[in-house]
């Protein structure tokens, strides 16, 4: 490493956003290098394919260079620069034919006019564990599928805010929506994931 990586090694994000203003690659390199892991695993979460992950990482990091001159400072760089790749993420699976897949919306817990629970073939008072499935490797892939089947209104604030852990208010900006429609679309996406992992741990697909 050089005196002078050394030195930009050291700049805050701001301060290498300026430098690659004025034309200096080597900032924007860094900046790169700096947040490529993260865009990467953010739009490897939000797609779930890592060959289209690896082409929105580079089309957010294209779209971070062509905008750079509207970054004003307002929000922190990092900030900034994931909601760009959220977009380009958001996007491209709206563009995308998806093959028809089984929606996890029929794992909601249903109720019927009187108010009571109608879905008795799930036993909620085990579905409490399910958050586990989570964390436990050998069924981290389940649960990753699980995600990947949720309604795209559904998943993306899933992601920002339990997987990235974005607040509730960084998540609303993230996605031009109001903190009441995150917390509650993300309280459905939690019920129908705890729903089909509740499923999976009685033993049903």
């Known amino acids: 490493m050089t005196a002078e990586d050394r030195d930009l090694s050291t700049m805050t994000d701001e301060a ?34 890592p060959r289209e992950a690896e082409e929105v990482l580079q089309e957010t990091f294209l779209q971070v260079f062509r905008k750079l001159e509207t970054y004003r400072g307002d929000a922190r760089f990092w900030t900034w620069l994931y909601r760009i790749g959220s977009n380009v993420a958001l996007m491209r699976l709206r563009s995308k034919k998806r093959e028809p897949s ?17 879905r008795l073939d799930l036993d909620y008072g085990r579905v409490a564990r399910a958050d586990e499935l989570l964390e436990r490797k050998e069924l981290a892939q389940k649960a990753l599928e699980a995600i990947q089947r949720l309604p795209e209104a ?52």
């Not at 607040?167 to 089909?196: F, I």
């Open 16 to 49: 290498l956003v300026e430098r690659a203003r004025s034309g200096d690659d080597a900032s924007f390199d860094l900046l790169v290098r700096r947040y490529q892991q993260k865009v990467y695993g953010l739009a490897l979460r939000l797609v779930g394919d």
């Open 102 to 118: 089984r929606s996890l919306e029929e794992y909601l817990p249903r109720f019927n006019e009187e108010g009571r629970l109608e």
């Open 154 to 205: 559904y998943r993306a604030p899933l992601v920002l805010r339990d997987l990235d852990e974005l607040s509730t208010m960084e998540t609303a900006k993230m996605l031009d929506l109001e903190p009441g429609v995150v917390r509650t679309r993300l309280h459905r996406a939690r019920l129908m994931l705890r729903g089909y992992l509740g499923r999976l741990l009685g033993g049903e697909g």
